[in-house]
């Protein structure tokens, strides 16, 4: 599986959007990019996944440049309750999530 | 409906005693994993299933055992506590096609 690099913290100011950078530079064409927060330990909880093309849904926007060697979550609104370690996962697309790969993740803090 | 239950959620284990970590959950998926993760560190995979009675070794299974004779559980043994056993784990579940599913945790501590 591909490995990926993240800034270990980020801060953002309440009510602006977090834009969170991931680079998989060796990411194959058959892997999928996803994007997992784990909020003061409790367990991990899903956010967002995509192939080549932007994805958006209730919680987050995804966009995957062009040439797929870095990626960029965005919550468009952070509130103090994003406040959260951030992990970017590359995973085979033809597995299910049974072997995910985390790295150490990007810490990212909400401020008031 | 529950998700993925894990228990206990603490535990205080001696060194050299075994346990057996629950973890079960109730929407019929068939990939569970277990996950181990140290202060200020990701998640590792322990060991990881595809099915009622398959599983598979992850990055980090010496000192554990698992089986899973049902879809909905897959339960982790420690043979023989030992203080680097001393984290939090996680279980999850999933399917093709679907994202993972994580338990709350169990804490334990090996002393």
């Known amino acids: 599986d591909a490995k990926t690099t993240q800034p270990p913290s980020m801060d953002c100011a309440e009510g602006r959007a977090a834009n969170l950078p991931c680079n998989h530079s060796t990411i194959s064409g058959n892997e999928y990019v996803y994007w997992y927060r784990q909020i003061h330990s409790q367990g991990p909880q899903y956010i967002i996944h995509g192939l080549k093309n932007n994805e958006t849904n209730e919680m987050a926007s995804l966009i995957i440049t062009e040439d797929r060697k870095s990626s960029t979550l965005i919550l468009p609104h952070a509130t103090l309750r994003d406040t959260a370690v951030y992990y970017c996962?590359?995973?085979?697309?033809?597995?299910?999530?049974?072997?995910?790969?985390f790295g150490t993740g990007t810490r990212l803090t909400i401020i008031p | 409906n529950a998700g993925v239950t894990q228990t206990p959620k603490f535990q205080v284990l001696k060194t050299g005693q075994s346990m057996t970590l629950q973890c079960a959950q109730d929407?019929?998926?068939?990939?569970m994993s277990w996950y181990r993760q140290d202060p200020g560190m990701g998640l590792r995979l322990i060991h990881y299933s595809v099915g009622a009675g398959i599983t598979d070794q992850g990055e980090v299974p010496n000192g554990y055992n698992v089986s899973r004779s049902t879809t909905e559980d897959f339960p982790l043994r420690l043979l023989s506590a030992a203080p680097s056993q001393t984290s939090v784990y996680f279980c999850?579940?999933?399917?093709?096609?679907?994202?993972?599913?994580f338990g709350q945790g169990t804490r334990l501590t090996v002393v």
């Open positions: 999850a579940s999933s399917a093709y096609g679907v994202e993972a599913f």
């Open positions: 929407m019929n998926h068939e990939y």
């Open positions: 996962i590359v995973n085979l697309a033809y597995f299910g999530n049974e072997k995910l790969t």
